[in-house]
């Protein structure tokens, strides 16, 4: 028996695909490398663990054809499904890449699982489906009103996964990340996005005195220094949740969903402070007006995850960095 794990060539996927073997599943990888790597997949199927990757397969959520024969070869206990577009920018200007492949490929994969009689998934879902907060740190119960077209598509997979659960008995857990910082401690796997959006990357990106200037996104917000604050769940720890989250429902958990984040938030300008301490250098920056779309706070109340799952982070931020920039590195010596 494998678990499969969908986009597991992506920056989270392999990330916790080396957690599963670590922990000592086998694991079958499905990603049709449109922004997974298929030197991840050879990366990680050359580490030795408990576990091992069994296979890793090249193939798209839209061919269903592609997903039939992926269940009819392998003997899949259970899925944890990271493969999506999660850019926020350019789900605005082009939801229908976003609707096509988030929701409909999910509706693929599920349907291949009740085809298959899988009934166990884990989902990638996103502080993102909470939209603008009404109150922080958010916790679970907080509405659910998405901004933009990729916390839509998200939200819209989870009332889909409600649904495959009455009529089908598909659990799941559906794990709503906050954000997702550092890279695998042993520096075999990180952060490749392209463009890249995310704030500690394009720090990071600036430190090597080629002329890349940090750009920072709107210094006038009411927050303690002005900045955006944001809670940075570090992705080795995210990973670990996973595997909770899979032997929760292999021990007959319910359907349910869980916010990953550490309950502490740190702005802008805090994580731009621990880039400089942590690398040692002085990076170049420039203050920019306000990013259209960034709520000034997005806070986790991670209690629920911690109690039912019993997750906790372990790993500070200044750990994050350390490994995101041992990576970045690697990738420019590489
Ligand atoms: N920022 C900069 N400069 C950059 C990049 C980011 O100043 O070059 C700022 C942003 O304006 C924001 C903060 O850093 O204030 C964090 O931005 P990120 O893009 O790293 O992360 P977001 O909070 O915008 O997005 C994350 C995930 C999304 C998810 C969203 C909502 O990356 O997938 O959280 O929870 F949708």
Not at 306 to 312: D, G, H, P, R, T
Request: proline content about 4%; hydrophobic content about 35%.
């Amino acid at each position: 028996m494998a678990i499969l794990v969908t986009g597991g060539e992506g920056y989270i996927g392999s990330h916790c695909v080396i957690a599963l073997i670590d922990a000592g599943y086998d694991v079958v990888i499905f990603d049709n490398e449109s922004t997974g790597f298929a030197s991840t997949g050879k990366t990680l199927k050359s580490i030795g663990s408990k576990g091992k990757v069994t296979d890793v397969v090249k193939g798209d959520l839209l061919v269903t054809e592609d997903l039939e024969k992926l269940f009819s070869t392998h003997d899949i206990d259970a899925v944890i499904h990271f493969a999506a577009f999660s850019q926020v920018a350019e789900s605005m200007t082009d939801p229908s890449k976003y609707y096509r492949n988030n929701v409909t490929g999910t509706m693929n994969l599920l349907d291949a699982m009740v085809r298959h009689d899988v009934k166990k998934i884990v989902f990638s879902s996103t502080a993102a489906t909470y939209g603008e907060p009404v109150y922080v740190p958010i916790d679970e119960k907080h509405p659910q009103n998405p901004i933009n077209p990729y916390g839509r598509t998200k939200l819209d997979i989870e009332y889909m996964m409600d649904d495959y659960d009455r009529a089908y008995g598909l659990k799941s857990v559906r794990l709503r990340y906050f954000n997702v910082a550092g890279a695998d401690t042993k520096g075999r796997v990180g952060e490749c996005h392209d463009p890249e959006t995310h704030l500690i990357p394009n720090i990071l990106k600036s430190t090597f005195g080629d002329g890349k200037v940090f750009r920072m996104f709107g210094t006038d917000y009411d927050t303690r220094d002005g900045t955006c604050v944001r809670d940075y769940v570090n992705v080795e720890d995210l990973s670990d949740a996973h595997v909770l989250a899979l032997r929760y429902l292999e021990n007959g958990g319910d359907t349910d969903f869980f916010n990953l984040g550490t309950n502490e938030g740190s702005t802008v300008k805090e994580v731009f402070a621990v880039c400089e301490k942590v690398t040692g250098k002085k990076i170049p920056v420039s203050i920019e007006g306000r990013r259209p779309g960034d709520p000034a706070t997005l806070v986790a109340d991670n209690s629920k995850a911690k109690e039912v799952l019993e997750w906790a982070p372990r790993r500070d931020l200044d750990h994050s960095v350390k490994t995101a920039y041992d990576w970045e590195v690697k990738k420019r010596n590489a």
